[in-house]
């Protein structure tokens, strides 16, 4: 095992255990190629955008502020605080990163996504894998969410001009759905229920925050609450233990 | 060049840089073990942001009404994933429910 540099077996794994999402993900592509081109920016500025930034809600929002006009500094701005989400993602991937070879993080990080993530965070958890595996498992994943973008924008450029009022169909609501498969099979205990409320609550209070960062705090507030419940009931376990 | 392409090429450098200095640092700082228990509630904590803010969040203001379509497939799907635990079968109900409120089926 030791001598092998990539396991196919976990990579085909990595890719089907994706496929949910793949599929979840293909409207909100093709809606994003839509309205790109209709917005007046170029086939291939519309597929470069994929091709280079790959980064879903990034595009989304910068294809809408394009919409309202608003300046390119503020866009990109705007975007940089939107992906800082994926900043604690990867932070959350540190202690595997650390088992994999400086230079294959490059890929890793570029094709960090929420899909990305969400697949491989529950393989993260189950600690099944050594670096290698890991790796193997998430370039599998990641390549195939890629590759399924870049075939989304491209449809969504083609059909977009023949189809115009297809971006109101509301397609997005796939991806919403998507990740409510992923999240509540993950709420084992009472402190992730707690991070899931406590998530759900501030962003009710922040939604009209600029630039998303209601969405930042929320999270912060989330994982704050969740590691003090977890503490909690981890000493009342201890105190227990003691008394019996 | 055209503006556009410096837009991308703005995003580009403005998206992979918090995805890559974590990765990057990995290995060369030591994380503190409160700090990775707090990690682990990274996937929960965003993505129930995510999910709350679209299902409930329609043109910039909360609409809990049965006009809202997302609010309702996004919570048949949630009893969905809480009975079944099953993520292809959450996406098919909600998707379902979501085409048969939108085309008025009912």
Known sequence: M?????????????????????????PFGIVYGAMAQSLGLTHWEAMGMSLFVFA?????????????AAALPVIAMTVFIVNLRHMLYAASLMPVAEKIPA?????????????????????????LDDGKGFYSYYIGAALIMYLNWQLCTWIGITVGEKVPDMTNWGLDVAMVVAFIGIVVPSLQHTAHWACAVTSAVC?????????????????VMAIVVGIIVLKQQQNTAERRAIHE | MNDYWWLIVAMTALTFIPRYLPLALAGKIHIPPLLVQALEFVPIAVLTAIIVQASLVRDGAILVSTEN????????AFVTALLSRHLMLTIVVGLVTFSVCRLQLF
């Open chain 1, 56 to 68: 879903g809600s990034s595009q989304f929002i910068a294809v809408t502020l394009l919409a309202s």
């Open chain 2, 69 to 76: 379509h997302y609010l309702i497939a996004s919570v048949l």
């Open chain 1, 203 to 219: 962003i009710l209070l922040t939604y009209d925050w600029p630039h998303q960062t209601g969405l930042l705090f929320s999270s």
């Open chain 1, 103 to 127: 230079l294959l993080r490059v890929p890793m990080a570029f094709w960090l996504t929420d899909e990305a993530y969400a697949v491989v965070a529950n393989r993260l958890r189950a600690k």
């Open chain 1, 2 to 26: 030791s001598g092998k540099r990539f396991d196919g077996g976990l990579f085909i794994r990595g890719a089907r255990d994706i496929l949910p999402l793949i599929l979840a993900a293909i």
